[in-house]
Nanobody, 116 residues
Framework: QVQLVESGGGLVQSGGSLNLSCAAS????????MGWYRQAPGNQREFVAE???????NYADSLKGRFTISRSDAKSTVYLRMNSLKPEDTAVYYC??????????WGQGTQVTVSS
């Protein structure tokens, strides 16, 4: 099994930046996909970005250019750099990980609040 622990959320002013981290432990050798979703109050959980074990990355179209995902396999950690933050980026950000075939394992979530 894989366990995920996120960190780095907080309160930031509009236009600011934040870095999120998600560290995996357990059977990390099985992980191929690591990424982020977010969920704002009253909204469904939405895809943010994903890092694949082959080096590829995927982003939500609306976030390209502002958000950057990176990964350290040596540290079993995925990062999300968020720039030019807007109040509408306010949400709980959830890290996930999964093998090539299988279900997502989720972290507990970290709150990001962007003030106007």
């Amino acid at each position: 099994q894989v366990q995920l622990v996120e960190s780095g959320g907080g309160l930031v002013q509009s236009g600011g930046s934040l870095n999120l981290s998600c560290a995996a432990s357990g059977t990390v050798a099985s992980i191929f996909f690591m990424g982020w979703y977010r969920q704002a109050p009253g909204n469904q959980r939405e895809f943010v970005a994903e890092s694949l074990g082959n080096g590829r990355t995927n982003y939500a179209d609306s976030l390209k250019g502002r958000f950057t995902i990176s990964r350290s396999d040596a540290k079993s950690t995925v990062y999300l750099r968020m720039n030019s933050l807007k109040p509408e980026d306010t949400a709980v950000y959830y890290c996930y990980a999964r093998a090539i075939f299988g279900a997502n394992t989720w972290g507990q979530g970290t709150q990001v609040t962007v003030s106007s």
